[in-house]
């Protein structure tokens, strides 16, 4: 999930764990501890693109990384802090650690959570930013910090607060197999033959859901509204994975297919070829739009070396697709 989020959950989670001790400085903590997994991705800046997009949620998202740094810092800062007790600060920690790679599970990307074994769980029924899960959850934490330490409404506010967003969680699982099942009959009224699909929630929101379809020669990906009148409607991008010819033995090249999770298409543009992460869609609404949300171009040197480049992204087109997306989410008819 997005910074602000995982602060948020930090800060609710520490004052669950220790406000009623320590006050304020347990969502003070607690805010630190839910940005500090999410430092991994300062890995950009020292190595290549491929492997800072496989340190990504890997070990600083991990139960491993949960103990072993909640024993760290809860023992630290009981050395300076007022209050001593070194295992409530651990515990803190500890909670507000391991809460925020479970709360990335939920999104498309997943998590390593039990690194260093190679899984990643991914439930992909909520988006990396989501209004409805973050609002609420921010408007109990404000009304919780507002009262004193040990007061009631203090422990009832943040308490509503984690039970508010947790059920919307739960919520989330409901609506993808809702959307799951209506896109399961539309590839089946429109005789569509699939190796395989996938459904994740639109961008902010969890009304509008996409599908990721696999076929033979091509990849399809389509659009539900649960306000949606007429027929998913599915657009076709294919798969270009022979435009990689020998690269295709590349070894970053077999591991940018590992991280997609095997979800990628192949562009080729002004000579250039470009390897598509299909599983975050397009950025755009529009037909056939190459636009992908992570696209990579392939270079290549003179020795045959093969690296990626991170393709960036244009606000204006960010822009208009949120426009678009708020058209989409309140229906095709």
Avoid at 5 to 14: H, K, P, S
Avoid at 275 to 290: C, E, H, I, T
Wanted: charged fraction near 20%.
């Amino acid at each position: 999930m997005d910074s602000v989020t995982q602060i948020i959950l930090g800060a609710a989670v520490g004052e669950a764990v220790l406000g009623k001790k320590v006050g304020n400085k347990a969502m003070f903590y607690g805010a630190i501890a839910g940005t500090i997994p999410d430092l991994d991705v300062l890995s950009s800046h020292f190595t290549t693109t491929v492997s800072a997009l496989e340190i990504h949620r890997g070990f600083t998202h991990s139960i491993f990384f949960s103990v072993i740094a909640g024993i760290l810092f809860g023992w630290l800062v009981s050395r300076y802090e007022t209050y001593k007790d070194a295992k409530g600060w651990m515990w803190l920690f500890f909670w507000c650690f391991v809460t925020h790679p479970i709360l990335d599970a939920y999104t498309t990307w997943g998590t390593q959570l039990f690194w260093p074994l190679d899984y990643r769980p991914a439930f992909k029924t909520i988006f990396v930013i989501d209004p409805l899960y973050t609002v609420p959850f921010l408007i109990c934490l404000i009304l919780a910090l507002l009262q004193k330490r040990g007061a009631p409404k203090r422990k009832f506010y943040n308490t509503m607060g984690l039970l508010i967003s947790s059920g919307y969680l739960m919520l989330t699982f409901l609506l993808k197999g809702l959307a799951y099942t209506e896109f399961k009959a539309a590839l089946k009224d429109q005789q569509i033959d699939y190796v395989d699909f996938e459904t994740k929630p639109g961008p902010f929101n969890t009304m509008l859901w996409t599908a990721n379809v696999d076929t033979k020669d091509a990849y399809l990906i389509g659009y539900y509204s649960f306000f949606d009148k007429e027929p998913i409607h599915f657009e076709t991008y294919a798969k270009n994975h022979e435009l990689l010819g020998n690269l295709m033995n590349n070894d970053n090249v077999k591991r940018m297919i590992n991280i997609s999770k095997g979800w990628y298409s192949i562009t080729q543009k002004d000579g250039k070829l470009f390897f598509n992460d299909l599983r975050y869609g397009v950025l755009s609404l529009k037909p056939n739009s190459q636009n992908f949300v992570f696209q990579y171009e392939i270079s290549t040197n003179d020795v045959g070396d093969v690296s990626f480049i991170d393709v960036k992204r244009n606000k204006d087109e960010a822009k208009q697709l949120i426009k678009d997306l708020w058209m989409r989410v309140k229906g095709n008819h």
